[in-house]
């Protein structure tokens, strides 16, 4: 059992290039999570996650304890024998789908109270709760329960809701120092790791507070909850900024739920070495593919008969073998070929981004990269 | 450009083991040939169909007809480069999904005309243009227009209908003979063979007098159409064994649209080459699976907890991965996962069975084979 262990590289600017060692192996950063909803990567075998450069994935405990449950998974060896997947694997609490999936929530101190979106039962996640779920899941990384909040909110409700993550945030790790003693034969994976969030929404004296005050609770990582929510990207970059600078240098920062491949490149800028979002999976299931020439849709006539791949830079079994106008006839045909296909793509382009940007830190260009990333037609769309 | 041929290897009882050349390659018989309705098999990945050993697939004429469009696909090479699929194809010829799917249709002698099931737009697809459009697919195997038949029908009924298919297949032929002069460069698979079909219902005398009819067209190959429709299994192989042994012994014999496992090996034994069938893709999709020891619901509760492979003796990259447990919460959850991995072993257990089939006939041991096969649990579901 090796114990969780972040070694950094080297740094150019504000952007790191290290690895983490969990019980399931190393992970490069800066290094971006495939998000495995329901112990799969929507629409991508494993086998295509491996083949596109991915070393860990996301498992939502929200979605993982209402089906097929956690106690169901444990023993069934835990969530990596049971989805079949050997490498590293990081949990979220449960608090975001909460605050964004189940019905009639009651947040209180002691917990959040919920409605299940796919039977109606309802359950209460405490913060010990959810450290008791993930330990049962035995995924290597585990996060903290945080208290999710609106954009925009008032100064007052984020800072009581900050100030409540934090509480939360002690029993959590104070709950993780327990374990394994405390659920025994349950707990399927003793080398976890456990992650704390900072919370303050988009004022910055606040989220400074939750910074500090997290970091003085000690975590094995700390990640940037409440970002990529709705506010201005300036927002979102400035706080990444301002309070990737605040945490241990010495601990891997993960900013959740981002992003489009412009903001990975612009938070790495910023000290972040660890990201998670649903874009490149859900976007390819819409037809929405990411190149190095920029974004496609290809629901859009102009690709009909456009023999071309969807990226003449990019080595993925799609482009490798698909041009255009077949993953077009696919996608309007209702094929699910087309989700799988346009969802290795996409995948691939996000993980070789993130090769990218890894090897522009460790040969210190990574400015002369971040540039021609963005001057690159990333952002624009082919299509018009 | 090779033309297409057909080799007789050996035999066991009525049971054939050979081979048939294409200009995309070779193709060993007894075959199973995966259907790839829109330029696509449901739910697998060109490379998910060669590992499972598929060496031949089908295309669907009036679905590539209707989109993108059989002038379109022309225009990318035909069938083959559009689709990325470098090995044989066989199309059907639209008739059966005209008959099936297609609203307000309208069957005289000059061909059938028909509403598309996509946008309403009217067609008339005579047999010179079923040729056509298969010409401009360029597929390796074309087969002719005929006149599907709903079961049940009078004799009357069977017999008029027999009558019109054997002069569209005339009128088939006689256009084939033109190509490629007639189209010029919209023809992209000059090697092409094309099938003649035996109709008739369940009349052995009209089956026979079609087989006759037909022969003496003279085709590459000849398929027994109008059976698998509903009528009672022993009729179904009854009326394949006759007919199998009328048509020319030094042709490929090809049954459409059968069957489950056991009409595979029940046909092979009345001397039938050729297979396709959606049940391995459809019924995984819906999650029936096959396996050795019997079939199985996925759905049932008694997997939730089963870590054991859908199928012990299976080597499939879903066996070699995956618990049922895992398969089974994957489908309950209504992931697109679940549907490639039950798709990727429905299609190797199809694709094996084939493969042991031909083992049995070189070794003649096929009647051992066909009596322990059918002994296995394979009709029976493990589920109860």
Known sequence: MTAFRFTLHSTDGAARRGEFHTPHGVVQTPAFMPVGTQGTVKAALHRDLLDAGAEIILGNTYHLFLRPGDELIARRGGLHRFIGWERPILTDSGGFQIFSLAERRIIREEGAEFQSHLDGSRHLLTPERAVDIQARLGSDITMVLDECLSYPATRDVAAASMQRSIRWAQRCRARF?????????????????????????????LRDESADATAAIGFEGYAIGGLSVGEPVEEMYAVTEQTARRLPADRPRYLMGAGSPEDLVESVARGIDMFDCVMPTRNARNGQLFTSEGRINIRNARYAEDDRPLDPACGCYTCRHHSRAYLRHLHLAGEMTAGALNTLHNLSFYLDTMRRIRDAIAFRTFDIFRQGFLRSASRLSLDS
Chains 1, 2 share one sequence.
């Open 177 to 205: 120092a327990e374990l394994p003693d405390a659920l025994g034969p349950g707990v399927t994976n003793p080398g976890q790791a456990q992650f704390g969030i900072v919370q303050g929404g988009v004022f910055q004296d």
